[in-house]
């Protein structure tokens, strides 16, 4: 078996082992979130940012829901490390975007944090902040979970099939989650381009 055909093997031994439960309560507190008018903020740092900002665009426009990511905005992120330090940037973030129990909070992380080993102690700080103001809290992490399991309302644990490969099926699996929530019947009002236009039209020579 090469190195491609292994790897595939592996993503779809983590496939069949999601759990799907845990999806579909997560879709639940989402809908409620949008009826009660809450926003989302989707949090994460490295391969996790960049999965919150393409989550962000997706739940606006998809699923009809307010999303924001400090990941955004380089400029407010960077000036909020220097001014109050990188582990408390996003309980800072969110709290001069005034968090409230109407709000959500939605992490993407490998590790889900873990303040003793100094580990993403910025959303471990981040998650402190919204049990104190009584949000919603949502994950897709790898590994145990991290604190973000241990804290969230609802928080899916991808599988670890194989250890040497935790950040990769994690972080891939992130954005098929994101995907399958906002594409659910219970959340998607929006249709996407290319399934509303039929798939791409293709030019006829005359």
């Known amino acids: 078996m090469n190195f491609a055909e292994e790897y595939l093997e592996e993503t779809k031994k983590v496939l069949a082992r999601l759990d799907h439960s845990v999806i579909e309560k997560m879709v639940t507190l989402l809908a409620d979130l949008r009826e009660r008018g809450g926003r989302l903020f989707f949090l994460g740092v490295g391969g996790g940012a960049a999965a919150s900002s393409h989550a962000v665009s997706d739940f606006r426009t998809i699923a009809g829901i307010e999303s924001y990511t400090p990941a955004d ?3 407010e992120l ?3 490390i220097n001014d109050h330090g990188w582990d408390s940037i ?3 973030w969110l709290r001069e ?3 409230n ?3 959500g909070i939605f992490v993407f992380s490998v590790g889900g944090g873990d303040a003793a080993r100094g580990i993403s ?3 471990v700080e981040a998650l402190n ?3 104190k103001t009584g949000t919603l809290i949502l994950g897709v992490v790898g590994r145990d979970g991290g604190y973000t399991a241990r804290v969230a309302d609802a928080c899916l644990v991808i599988p670890t099939v194989n250890p040497r490969r935790v950040t990769p099926h994690t972080e891939a699996l992130q954005a098929l989650v994101s995907h399958l929530i906002v594409s659910h019947p219970k959340l998607k009002i929006s249709e996407m381009k290319w399934e509303s236009e039929n798939g791409p039209r293709l030019k006829t020579k005359h």
């Open 129 to 131: 902040y919204a049990r």
């Open 97 to 99: 975007s005034s968090l």
């Open 101 to 103: 129990p109407r709000d």
């Open 73 to 75: 905005n380089v400029t």
């Open 121 to 123: 102690s910025n959303i």
């Open 90 to 92: 996003f309980a800072e």
């Open 78 to 80: 960077t000036a909020g």
